[in-house]
């Protein structure tokens, strides 16, 4: 539980609390760029390894992504606003989770950092019990449907990186959309030509479309083959997206709207989107399973997104996708598109499916780690 209702939630003491919180900035290479929205791109994965000691020794592990177009972080402040919230969480016992939410949550923004800590916190926590986030979070559907995050580049090369990744077991891509329609189209019309019905696609815009031309360019993407698209309008229009989802033109994704839970409240009252898309990387496990499950509640699909995320992150991503309310494919292969990786282990796709309990062994590598930290 978050908010509100943890602070009711009894516990009963292990004696063992929470004695360090670290931020370990790292960097890997990206294949290739990553580009989207209007002006939006990455050539590296520059994010900060959380870690959590506890006073028995165990160590819960993390990964915040920081994205400064997006969140407003960077890696140095989210050393930095970890460093605030040891001071508060330190001495703090392992299960009384009331007490960590409301540190987490005592400051605001810092949307990555907050989430990786809390998912480090449940990891330390499952392993002071002698279990793992295996035993405590994987879901009733083990084998998950995987997407891949497709990003804006030259036509010929999204389709060579579409053909690459789908030789990798990969069957839905999410093309990035946005700065040209026209040519957007055509990529989409060349991926569909490729791969026929064997591949499904759809869009996420990332807010770059306007009310006067979102419904025309919605109903080309879905004749072009297209299930569903992202955030089509900008967020702060919000009576202008309630009107495009009540025009049932292409069911919408919510993403950039919906950040944190009081940002679900705000649309599910106000009825602009069909499926939800839940950030480990931003909500951590204990929203990111209230937001699933409330929008569920609402009559919601549901799906598990990438914020350009490492293998770690993967993994927490993975657990989460295996829940109940998570019925479409999720964000988990963005790991094909790096360079390198912390984990001692690659991850792996067959057919469209990512089988989430085959990484139970996969975890951060000492070498690696210090390979990749900066």
Same mark, same amino acid.
């Given at each position: 539980?978050?908010? !509100?209702?943890?602070?009711?939630?009894?516990?009963?003491?292990?004696?063992? $609390?929470?004695?360090?919180?670290?931020?370990?900035?790292?960097?890997?290479?990206?294949?290739?760029?990553?580009?989207?929205?209007?002006?939006?791109?990455?050539?590296?994965?520059?994010?900060?390894?959380?870690?959590?000691?506890?006073?028995?020794?165990?160590?819960?592990?993390?990964?915040?992504?920081?994205?400064?177009?997006?969140?407003?972080?960077?890696?140095?402040?989210?050393?930095?606003?970890?460093?605030?919230?040891?001071?508060?969480?330190?001495?703090?016992?392992?299960?009384?989770?009331? #007490?960590?939410?409301?540190?987490?949550?005592?400051?605001?923004?810092?949307?990555? +950092?907050?989430?990786?800590?809390?998912?480090?916190?449940?990891?330390?926590?499952?392993?002071?019990?002698?279990?793992?986030?295996?035993?405590?979070?994987?879901?009733?559907?083990?084998?998950?449907?995987?997407?891949?995050?497709?990003?804006?580049?030259?036509? #010929?090369?999204?389709?060579?990186?579409?053909?690459?990744?789908?030789? #990798?077991?990969?069957?839905?891509?999410?093309?990035?959309?946005?700065? !040209?329609?026209?040519?957007?189209?055509?990529?989409?019309?060349?991926?569909?030509?490729?791969?026929?019905?064997?591949?499904?696609?759809? +869009?996420?815009?990332?807010?770059?479309?306007?009310?006067?031309? +979102?419904?025309?360019?919605?109903?080309?993407?879905?004749?072009?083959?297209? $299930?569903?698209?992202?955030?089509?309008?900008?967020?702060?229009?919000?009576?202008?997206?309630?009107?495009?989802?009540?025009?049932?033109?292409?069911?919408?994704?919510?993403?950039?709207?919906?950040?944190?839970?009081?940002?679900?409240?705000?649309?599910?009252?106000?009825?602009?989107?069909?499926?939800?898309?839940?950030?480990?990387?931003?909500?951590?496990?204990?929203?990111?399973?209230?937001?699933?499950?409330?929008?569920?509640? !609402?009559?919601?699909?549901?799906?598990?997104?990438? !914020?350009?995320?490492?293998?770690?992150?993967?993994?927490?991503?993975?657990?989460?996708?295996?829940?109940?309310?998570?019925?479409?494919?999720?964000?988990?292969?963005?790991?094909?598109?790096?360079?390198?990786?912390?984990?001692?282990?690659?991850?792996?796709?067959?057919?469209?499916?990512?089988?989430?309990?085959?990484?139970?062994?996969?975890?951060?590598?000492?070498?690696?780690?210090?390979?990749?930290?900066?």
């Amino acid at each position: 539980m978050s908010g !509100q209702g943890a602070a009711d939630t009894a516990f009963t003491p292990s004696g063992v $609390t929470v004695q360090r919180v670290e931020g370990w900035p790292f960097r890997l290479p990206l294949r290739s760029a990553l580009a989207w929205g209007a002006h939006s791109a990455m050539t590296a994965a520059e994010h900060v390894l959380v870690r959590v000691t506890l006073s028995d020794g165990t160590v819960g592990t993390a990964e915040a992504p920081p994205r400064p177009t997006i969140y407003g972080e960077t890696p140095a402040g989210v050393v930095a606003i970890l460093a605030y919230l040891e001071e508060r969480l330190r001495g703090v016992d392992i299960m009384d989770t009331a #007490a960590l939410t409301r540190v987490r949550n005592s400051v605001a923004n810092n949307h990555t +950092a907050r989430g990786a800590l809390d998912m480090a916190l449940h990891d330390a926590r499952a392993r002071a019990q002698g279990r793992s986030l295996f035993d405590v979070l994987l879901g009733p559907n083990p084998r998950v449907r995987v997407s891949f995050i497709l990003g804006i580049a030259l036509p #010929a090369d999204m389709l060579a990186e579409a053909r690459d990744v789908v030789g #990798a077991g990969v069957r839905c891509l999410k093309v990035k959309v946005g700065r !040209q329609y026209a040519k957007d189209l055509a990529v989409i019309r060349d991926l569909r030509a490729e791969f026929g019905e064997a591949v499904q696609l759809y +869009a996420d815009s990332n807010e770059t479309l306007t009310p006067r031309d +979102a419904p025309d360019i919605l109903a080309a993407m879905r004749d072009a083959g297209l $299930t569903y698209v992202e955030e089509p309008l900008p967020v702060r229009d919000l009576r202008a997206r309630a009107e495009l989802h009540a025009q049932g033109v292409l069911p919408i994704v919510a993403d950039d709207s919906c950040f944190t839970p009081a940002d679900l409240e705000r649309e599910l009252d106000f009825g602009t989107f069909d499926i939800l898309n839940v950030k480990t990387a931003r909500n951590g496990f204990t929203d990111g399973l209230e937001m699933l499950r409330r929008a569920a509640g !609402q009559g919601k699909r549901g799906m598990v997104g990438s !914020q350009a995320s490492s293998g770690l992150g993967t993994v927490h991503a993975a657990l989460l996708s295996t829940q109940v309310q998570v019925t479409e494919p999720c964000e988990l292969s963005f790991v094909l598109k790096l360079g390198g990786d912390l984990l001692n282990a690659p991850i792996t796709f067959h057919d469209g499916w990512l089988d989430v309990p085959a990484l139970r062994d996969h975890a951060p590598d000492p070498q690696h780690v210090a390979r990749y930290r900066v």
